[in-house]
């Protein structure tokens, strides 16, 4: 293969990342050409290494690299609460606020009629499942404060509060239509702490 064919294939790859334009996917890859091969090799080793080794958690649905993630193996974790997310980024979002000692669940989307999104594309079954064998006294629903995510949330309190265990919602004051994932710290550990029941 050529260099220029080389190179051009490595263009393309970074180039589907998300948010890299075609002058980072340039620069990433003349670095690349430049840097030494251990260099390199770590960076392509770090990437098969999480493909090869995280999976979701069998129970939240997580990340996880063994059966279960790190926060359902945490004999600490406080059960009698879940807290409802869409995506594993958001779990971290929520860790890093240091204000929530509960387990979590990940619905690996939100309800989105428009892409076809239902409650059976998600895990909702898995989640009602726990609900009936976990000792669960409130659910709090932690979706982005935009169309979707109140559909999702007034979906899921509609579904599980005739379960007889509380729902809950994050507080007002997270910018609406922004990403939790974006919120700081403060302002999200705030509106978990804040929250209100559904
Ligand atoms: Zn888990």
Same mark, same amino acid.
């Given at each position: 293969?050529?260099?220029?064919?080389?190179?051009?294939?490595?263009?393309?790859?970074?180039g589907r990342l !998300?948010?890299?334009?075609?002058?980072?996917?340039?620069? %990433?890859?003349?670095?690349?050409?430049?840097?030494?091969?251990?260099?390199?090799?770590?960076?392509?080793?770090? %990437? $098969?290494?999480?493909?090869?080794?995280?999976?979701?958690?069998?129970?939240?649905?997580?990340?996880?690299?063994?059966?279960?993630?790190? &926060?359902?193996?945490?004999?600490?974790?406080?059960?009698?609460?879940?807290? *409802?997310?869409?995506? !594993?980024?958001?779990?971290?979002? =929520?860790?890093?606020?240091?204000?929530?000692?509960? $387990?979590?669940?990940?619905?690996?989307?939100?309800?989105? !009629?428009?892409?076809? =999104?239902?409650?059976?594309?998600?895990? *909702?079954?898995?989640?009602?499942?726990?609900?009936?064998?976990?000792?669960?006294?409130?659910?709090? &629903?932690?979706?982005?404060?935009?169309?979707?995510?109140?559909?999702?949330?007034?979906?899921?309190?509609?579904? %599980?509060?005739?379960?007889? *265990?509380?729902?809950?919602?994050?507080?007002?004051?997270?910018? *609406?239509?922004g990403d939790l994932?974006y919120a700081d710290?403060?302002?999200?550990?705030?509106? %978990?702490?804040?929250?209100?029941? $559904?």
């Amino acid at each position: 293969m050529s260099a220029d064919r080389s190179l051009q294939i490595l263009l393309d790859e970074l180039g589907r990342l !998300p948010g890299i334009g075609p002058k980072s996917a340039q620069r %990433i890859a003349y670095h690349l050409l430049e840097a030494d091969a251990d260099e390199a090799r770590r960076l392509a080793e770090a %990437i $098969l290494q999480v493909k090869q080794q995280v999976h979701f958690c069998s129970r939240c649905f997580n990340y996880a690299t063994g059966d279960e993630c790190a &926060i359902c193996e945490d004999a600490s974790r406080d059960r009698g609460r879940i807290c *409802v997310v869409a995506e !594993p980024r958001d779990v971290s979002a =929520i860790e890093r606020t240091g204000s929530y000692r509960g $387990l979590y669940h990940v619905l690996g989307g939100v309800i989105n !009629p428009m892409e076809k =999104i239902g409650p059976d594309q998600l895990t *909702v079954r898995e989640l009602l499942a726990r609900l009936g064998s976990e000792d669960v006294e409130e659910v709090i &629903i932690a979706t982005n404060p935009n169309i979707e995510g109140e559909t999702t949330a007034s979906y899921l309190a509609r579904t %599980i509060k005739p379960l007889g *265990v509380t729902v809950s919602r994050l507080a007002s004051g997270l910018p *609406v239509g922004g990403d939790l994932e974006y919120a700081d710290e403060l302002t999200l550990g705030r509106a %978990i702490e804040a929250r209100r029941a $559904l």
